[in-house]
């Protein structure tokens, strides 16, 4: 039996709103949002790690409307009981008075949708009282409570025998130096969350070694000294596709998307739409990533603006992923979370990394389906 029978959800549906129009986070921009085109993720994303969770007897305790009775609703699950009304529209201080709601209910396991501020307003309100776990649902998520992917919820929350729980960091993200290319984040918080290794995500970890230094300049050489004449590459964020930037001697964004075509830089800090008009005309590409350390992410975290529409159109074979050897070490399995199961299970079970000049390493992708 399922150690975890009543529980909380909440679900702010606002999450991700930013990422596919490249604001990083939606943060107090969701109005940014929406005037670019963004459409709400996060209720979608409730609604696709809920649905196996039908008729296994659970107790749902939720706030009104969007933010968790709609979802549930969407999942096939009516019998739920609404312990808290949100405003319209919904802000963080519902998030935190909706979990002080479910803590009188008698909840056994906190389950929110959302990305790193969500978890930071959960925290506030649960502190260690019970555990909690995320759908994510995010742009970025860097704490260690969240599940891999809506499908990873209903395995870990329909586990049987008791409940095994672990300390879990979660991370504050400073949004503004995000935007700004200045990637700043602080221990929130300590709290407690189902362990399930191979399920739920860990923290990011950063690496910054001397060693470090010298495997990104390496890797930023081969991929800068490998590209092809007339092919369109697509730099990811992160330190280490930034080497392949400076190998070429361009300004590119830190931690959004660039573009690069015969060695000179065409497009800087792009969002979906700017990606899909370079790619409009069939245009040979390719999708430069890197891993995040720890966590094994290569899509699915800061990654949003690379969609299911996008990398279709680039080629999910045209994929090349860097990561040093050190972080690799530190990196059991990697994972892809495009927001597109099939489109996931496309990449197969396992992705080349390129480690150095001319070094590889073939990893697995996390997923049981190829185990």
């Known amino acids: 039996m399922p150690a975890f029978r009543t529980i909380g959800l909440v679900v702010n549906p606002l999450a991700g709103m930013g990422g596919r129009v490249g604001l990083k986070g939606t943060d107090d921009l969701a109005d940014r949002a929406r005037a670019l085109g963004a459409e709400p993720l996060a209720p979608t994303r409730a609604a696709e790690a809920l649905a196996p969770l039908a008729g296994h007897g659970l107790r749902f305790v939720t706030a009104a409307g969007e933010m968790g009775a709609a979802p549930l609703a969407a999942a096939g699950i009516a019998d739920c009981d609404c312990v808290y009304e949100p405003a319209s529209p919904s802000t963080a201080a519902d998030t935190r008075a909706a979990c002080r709601a479910f803590l009188d209910a008698g909840v056994d396991l906190v389950l929110f949708c959302g990305g790193d501020g969500t978890a930071r307003d959960v925290a506030d309100a649960i502190g260690t009282a019970v555990p909690v776990l995320g759908i994510p649902a995010g742009v970025k998520m860097y704490s260690s409570v969240f599940a891999l992917d809506p499908g990873s919820v209903s395995r870990v929350l329909l586990a049987d025998g008791p409940a095994r729980l672990a300390d879990a960091e979660v991370i504050d993200v400073d949004e503004e130096a995000y935007r700004a290319n200045d990637f700043r984040t602080v221990l929130h918080a300590i709290v407690r969350t189902p362990a399930a290794p191979g399920l739920v995500q860990a923290a990011k970890q950063v690496f910054e070694e001397a060693d470090e230094d010298r495997a990104r300049a390496a890797i930023g050489a081969f991929i800068a000294d490998a590209m092809r004449p007339g092919v369109l590459y697509v730099l990811g964020p992160g330190t280490t596709t930034g080497a392949v930037a400076e190998r070429l001697s361009v300004k590119g964004t830190l931690l959004g998307f660039d573009a690069v075509l015969d060695g000179r830089l065409i497009g800087r800090d792009l969002a979906e739409k700017d990606l899909l008009a370079l790619l409009e005309d069939g245009h040979e590409a390719r999708l430069v990533l890197s891993v995040i350390g720890a966590q094994g992410f290569v899509l ?72």
């Open 300 to 371: 699915g975290r800061g990654t949003q603006v690379c969609t299911p529409t996008v990398i279709r159109l680039i080629g999910p074979d045209r994929l090349i992923v860097l990561g040093t050897p050190g972080k690799l070490a530190r990196t059991p399995r990697l994972h892809v979370d495009t927001g597109d199961p099939d489109l996931d299970q496309s990449f197969g079970p396992y992705l080349r990394v390129v480690t150095g000049y001319g070094t590889a390493q073939r990893k697995r992708i996390g997923t049981d389906t190829f185990v």
